[in-house]
């Protein structure tokens, strides 16, 4: 079984992820989006808000499981059998970043991991946009499934 791991805060969970997720789809057997969870960071919505978010949206898939943990993601991924992990990148520098926590992964679990170019027409949508958004009071709702 070929499965993958999707992980981040998904603080909120933005219509850019569902579209990460829902092109992952098809390369996978089982795709779990793994919810970290640091104590020393502080989010917007609870983790059991988020799992219960991104569950609702995916109700009818039965390939996706939904995870919340808070270890090192590679131990995570250990621990569910995952092979691959699922990465987006919607700037030069997210690539950067990704290219250089591809290679400690896969040097420290010996998990490959699979980056997923964010479409053009949602590549401006970031969580940390999203929640500064909200804590102004503005709308959101276009950003968000």
């Keep these: 079984m070929k499965t993958a791991l999707f992980a981040g805060s998904f603080d ?3 219509i850019g992820h ?3 997720v829902e092109r992952a789809l098809p390369l996978f057997d ?5 919810i970290g969870f640091n104590i020393n960071k502080k989010y917007m919505f609870s ?3 988020s799992k219960k978010n991104i569950a ?9 499981e939904i ?3 808070n270890s090192l993601t590679v131990d995570f991924a250990k621990q569910h059998n995952v092979k691959f992990f699922i990465r987006s990148v919607r700037t030069f520098q997210d690539f950067e970043y990704e290219k250089n926590l591809a290679e400690i992964n896969r040097k420290i679990g010996g998990i ?3 980056i997923l170019f964010a479409k053009p027409c949602l590549a401006h949508i970031s969580s940390s946009m999203v929640r500064e958004l909200i804590s102004y009071g503005k709308d959101v709702s276009e950003f968000l499934p």
């Design 12 to 14: 909120p969970f933005t």
């Design 18 to 20: 569902k579209d990460i």
């Design 30 to 34: 089982k795709i779990i989006i793994g």
């Design 47 to 49: 983790a059991e808000e």
């Design 56 to 64: 609702q949206l995916f109700e009818n898939e039965p390939k996706i």
């Design 67 to 69: 995870e919340i943990y």
């Design 112 to 114: 490959e991991t699979l």
